[in-house]
């Protein structure tokens, strides 16, 4: 009777002390590495419940000690080994989808100066091949393809993102890709190789003139900036992309940039006007085909963008810190406090260049507190579609995107009035991100 209750005694005090470890070590980790916890080696929980529900024995209590150390030991390397490679370095990966404002979006991180490397829709590439090889309806495949290279350039490693360039750059050299202009890390000296005779160049850099692209200086010039970011608007579902997030190599943040579908519509028939040209003719007719191919693409790409959101928004342990839902309309009525937000967001410090490149390309003002900014002429600017869009293709739009809408607080409009009266807003104030 007597040992057994020092046994237990003894049990009890251990617990305790090992409960207590645990909170310590939890908080240390938390703190060097703000990012879930890896799976395998780290979950004692299994086995010291197991324990409790069992008597204390001294071949128990060894036996969870000794997991324990291993456990803590396991730990201290994985907290090392992340701050060794990741090292505070920061992958910002700015998800949207066309005409929601990402260019100007990525611009914040193009601009953050010395210390980010910058890509615009690398995947151009992967999807135009894929196109060609298989039309491009394998989804799955396409999603593959989309993470395993957006995994690499974050990596700086280039090769796989060559393999999709045509014509297939010759000794990693390159005139052709997409956008190159766009991206200030591509044209800095140490990325500009003299200009070649009779080479013409698809994409040129505006600030110098530049050769073909050398990707092996880019990768190299890519590896000595502190942070890295892409902008894509061909990933479909977030889901996708976990195996980034779970990579014990990079420190991943999703921003998911949104906008009124009926404004995108509005905008795309605009800019795509071929593509679009069967929407241009029912807006015309006043009469849409509600079960045409060209509905269930709308429809799809808007239950896409919701379903990313909602696996975002609900942050399962694999997203936990690592994704932030930005509305199109709040960046273009509140430039400055979104982008700050933005930046404290990603973990990466806020600088003077992004601030004077956002007040010089948004007229935005200062308030009095002189942190934030609203942009002048805003809401003109925002709302524009609503004179544009008939009332019948946004009744549409409202019809087989209504969830979404929902989700993103865009208020559904009941009659032509409303849709063109600007005293009423279509934009809920709303709050997306609990960080
Ligand atoms: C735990 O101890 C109690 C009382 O001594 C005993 O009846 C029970 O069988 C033991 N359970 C286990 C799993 O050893
Ligand atoms: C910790 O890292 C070292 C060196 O990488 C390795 O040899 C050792 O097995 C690791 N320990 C644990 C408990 O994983
Ligand atoms: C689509 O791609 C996946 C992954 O590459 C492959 O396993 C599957 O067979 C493909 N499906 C079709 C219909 O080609
Ligand atoms: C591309 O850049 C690498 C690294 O600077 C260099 O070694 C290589 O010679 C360059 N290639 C050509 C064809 O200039
Ligand atoms: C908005 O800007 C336009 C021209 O850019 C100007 O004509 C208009 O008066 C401005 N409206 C307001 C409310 O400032
Ligand atoms: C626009 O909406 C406001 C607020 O609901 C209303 O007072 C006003 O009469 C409306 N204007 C028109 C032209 O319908």
């Not at 696996?311 to 406090?337: K, S």
């Amino acid at each position: 009777m007597r040992i057994k209750y020092t046994i237990s005694v003894v049990f009890f005090v251990t617990l305790v002390i090992i409960e207590k470890e645990n909170n310590i070590i939890s908080r240390v980790s938390d703190k060097l590495t703000p990012r879930q916890t890896p799976q395998t080696p780290l979950q004692p929980s299994g086995s010291s419940h197991e324990l409790l529900k069992n008597n204390g024995s001294f071949s128990q209590l060894n036996k969870m000690d000794s997991a324990f150390t291993l456990m803590k030991r396991r730990l201290e390397n994985y907290s090392e080994y992340q701050s060794l490679v990741t090292r505070g370095r920061k992958h910002i990966l700015l998800l949207a989808t066309t005409r929601t404002g990402s260019s100007f979006v990525g611009e914040f991180f193009n601009q953050q100066g010395d210390n980010m490397f910058y890509l615009f829709e690398p995947l151009w590439h992967v999807e135009k091949m894929l196109t060609l090889e298989t039309g491009g309806t394998n989804a799955t495949a396409s999603a593959k393809a989309y993470r395993d290279v957006i995994q690499k350039l974050f990596l700086c490693d280039f090769s796989l993102l060559e393999s999709f360039i045509e014509p297939l750059p010759v000794d990693h050299i390159t005139p052709n890709l997409f956008r190159r202009e766009s991206s200030s890390s591509l044209c800095e000296e140490s990325v500009c190789s003299p200009v070649v005779k009779g080479v013409f160049e698809r994409y040129r850099c505006k600030t110098r003139r530049c050769g073909p692209l050398n990707l092996t200086m880019a990768s190299q010039s890519c590896l000595q900036k502190e942070h890295r970011a892409i902008k894509s608007v061909r990933v479909r579902q977030l889901e996708t992309l976990r195996p980034l997030a779970e990579d014990p190599r990079l420190d991943v943040r999703f921003i998911q940039l949104v906008r009124d579908p009926r404004a995108v519509l509005a905008s795309r028939m605009v800019a795509f006007a071929a593509k679009y040209k069967n929407w241009k003719q029912w807006a015309l007719d006043g009469d849409v085909p509600i079960d045409d191919d060209e509905v269930r693409k709308l429809k799809g790409n808007c239950d896409n963008i919701r379903m990313s959101a909602e696996i975002g928004l609900r942050q399962p342990p694999w997203l936990r810190r690592r994704y932030m839902l930005v509305r199109y309309e709040d960046i273009a009525r509140f430039p400055m406090r979104k982008a700050t937000e933005m930046y404290r967001f990603a973990g990466i410090p806020f600088t003077p260049q992004v601030k004077s490149w956002i007040l010089k390309n948004t007229q935005a003002s200062k308030e009095a507190s002189g942190v934030y900014s609203t942009q002048k002429n805003s809401s003109e600017q925002v709302e524009k579609w609503r004179f544009s869009l008939p009332f019948k293709i946004a009744q549409v739009v409202q019809r087989v995107c209504g969830p979404t809408l929902k989700l993103f607080g865009y208020k559904f409009v009941s009659s032509e009035e409303m849709l063109m009266n600007k005293s009423i807003s279509l934009i809920e104030d709303k709050m997306f991100n609990f960080l």
